[in-house]
């Protein structure tokens, strides 16, 4: 096992269970990213990058295969130690039951807290940098039905990076963003790659910020999916195909 | 923001004290008998403190298990009754007593209530399952919440079949358990009653990390680290037993389940489901105390079913609710 890999996928099979029977999105994908990547991940709709960044992190079963982060396999890891390994941003909405921003992100370090979940000083400073690092700091006192998209994905962003894990990965985290905070986003999370030796998966439909920002493309198609050098990228034909022919 | 949770606590604390007050003051009897203390003196050690006692249970198990449910299903309108946990929990008793009568369970005081609380408990964690299994095909709140009023009645229909069917022994004994008072239980009663009680209360203080964790839903709970279905299974049963224990005592309480943690969010603005816990176990008991007060307070001949209290407190605010459509 090459240990400089923070994410190894073996012959692995990605999708769901539908009445007993499994449904393979992806098939037989092995692929490796390694420490301070900063990965784009791009496909059409329903292609499956939302069952990939799932998987990996152990939201949905493995139907064939392995999946190991920082070198250990996801089945040997315990619910605990994964949050600590691996952090998402989803697409869901989450409202309701006083749930504030700051609540939101200070979830992100609910791994690292007491059984009481009580925030000790050392917590909140790495609450309030992430909330800072995101743009949060007027909004932080602010219902999360209060938020708008834009403000409401960012909190979600504040939280995968409060979470300190090796390894994040975000689904769609550039939906709703205006055009700058797309940027600063993407900034945001290359310097986190690049300085803190981080793995990120971002996936997004915004193919020019991809091949603006990013080290390397992880293109999902055809059950597949191919890794492929940023240079190459632009030029690759299936990367055409899949920008309509627009970029 | 703390000073004032904490101004808020010590006035709970402060209406939780009066209620008691008022609770051991008023009853059934007209004997002002809050001023003696002597052992003989019956009406208050025999019926005014159980009494006292099990409001305060009750009202503090339900709220809970109230609580619970509404953070496990993400819907603000859950509750043990209407969501027909309460009266499944009926059920199963109605089942025990009418057909466990012949079998002689009840000739031993324990057994016989040992085994009406396990089968209250029982009923409680059926419908939890059913509405559980239920809710993964139910995307809206409102809707789940007509599926457990509908569960309440089948459940209804059943007791009241088993009613007409069964013989006037047993039936006298579960009308007896049926008629939803705070005032049918005994000093032995308590004795099943309070630790029960006080344990699934307890245990709680374990649960308030992985509740706050699913506030956020069940995929980012997981990805905070909670192990999200031992988690539920322990709360289905924590919260059974909250609902069980009070049923097996009261009979079905209606809407201070799903009322008492809707007033706690309005009281305390945090997301934090350690305050709440206590809150609600608060609240609770202040909603159950001052209750039963009223229910005694018309007559001094009759004593008014506390459902009728509750349900005028608790209905109102659930209208309320649905009319402002606000996620609390």
Known sequence: ?247 | MKSYSSIKFLFLLLLFFAGCLFSLAYGGSNATTISDFSSDNFIFWQIRVPKTITAILAGATLSAAGLILQIMFRNPLAGPYVLGISSGASLMVAITILTGNTVGFFSNYFIGKSIIVLSSVTGSVLITLLILFLSKKISSNVILLLVGLMLSQICGALQGALEYFADPDSLKSFVMWGMGSLSGTTNSDLMIFIPVSFMALAVLVFFIKPLNAFLLGQNYAINAGINYSANRFFLILVSSLLTGITTAFCGPIAFVGIAVPLLSRMLFTTSNQGVHILSCILIGSIILLFSDVVCHTFSADFTLPINMITTFVGAPLVIYLLFKNKQW
């Not at chain 1, 499956?48 to 996801?74: A, E, F, H």
């Not at chain 1, 009580?118 to 006192?141: F, M, V």
């Not at chain 1, 939906?175 to 905070?181: E, I, K, M, T």
């Open chain 1, 1 to 247: 096992m090459d240990n400089r890999a923070a994410i190894h996928i073996s012959n692995a099979n990605f999708g769901y269970t539908k009445h007993k029977t499994s449904v393979d999105i992806l098939k037989n994908i092995t692929l490796k990213f390694g420490k301070g990547e900063f990965i784009g991940v791009a496909g059409l709709n329903g292609s499956g990058k939302s069952t990939l960044l799932r998987s990996v992190c152990g939201l949905l079963p493995l139907l064939k295969g392995d999946v190991s982060i920082n070198g250990i396999s996801l089945s040997e890891l315990s619910a605990s130690e994964l949050a600590k390994q691996a952090s998402i941003v989803l697409t869901e909405k989450i409202s309701g039951f006083n749930l504030n921003c700051y609540d939101a992100v200070a979830a992100g370090q609910m791994p690292y807290t007491n059984i009481f979940n009580a925030l000790e000083p050392e917590h909140k400073k790495i609450i309030n940098s992430a909330i800072e690092a995101c743009g949060l700091l007027l909004h932080q006192n602010k219902l999360l039905t209060e938020l708008s998209d834009g403000l409401f994905q960012k909190t979600m962003i504040a939280k995968c990076i409060a979470q300190q894990t090796p390894v994040m990965l975000l689904d769609e985290p550039s939906a709703f963003l205006d055009y700058a905070s797309k940027h600063e986003l993407f900034l945001l999370l290359k310097s986190l790659a690049e300085k803190d030796n981080k793995c990120i998966l971002v996936s997004s439909h915004d193919l020019d910020l991809v091949l603006k920002y990013c080290h390397k493309v992880l293109l999902v198609k055809n059950s597949t999916a191919e890794l492929i050098p940023i240079e190459e990228a632009r030029w690759h034909t299936v990367f055409k195909e899949l920008s309509g022919g627009y970029l």
